[in-house]
């Protein structure tokens, strides 16, 4: 952890929260680093681990369903906003 703080902003009108003031893209990569932060990992260690990525999987692939039965698209482009590993719309 950084133990630095940053303020989150609550818009009035649609109520998202976003994060004020977010160090610019060349400075922010040290607070992604953390080799415990399962959900950037591959590693299957430990069961939790496995059952971690078995989970992660299954939630891949009921989106991509989703995805698909709310476009009848079965081939296209997608926007993840948040996309995390980026496994999502990478079709892992
Ligand atoms: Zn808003």
């Not at 818009?11 to 680093?33: K, M």
């Not at 009921?62 to 926007?79: E, F, N, Y």
Request: aromatic share 12%; charged share 25%.
């Amino acid at each position: 952890m950084s133990q630095r703080e940053f303020e989150l902003v609550k818009c009035d009108q649609c109520g998202f929260v976003f994060t004020q003031n977010a160090p610019p893209e060349a400075e922010i990569g040290p607070y992604y680093q953390s080799a415990s932060y399962i959900s950037h990992s591959d590693r299957k260690a430990s069961l939790f681990e496995q059952l971690y990525h078995w989970a992660r999987g299954r939630m891949l692939a009921a989106k991509r369903k989703l995805v698909q039965k709310v476009t009848s698209k079965k081939i296209g482009r997608v926007l993840d906003i948040g996309s995390g590993t980026g496994y999502f719309s990478a079709g892992r």
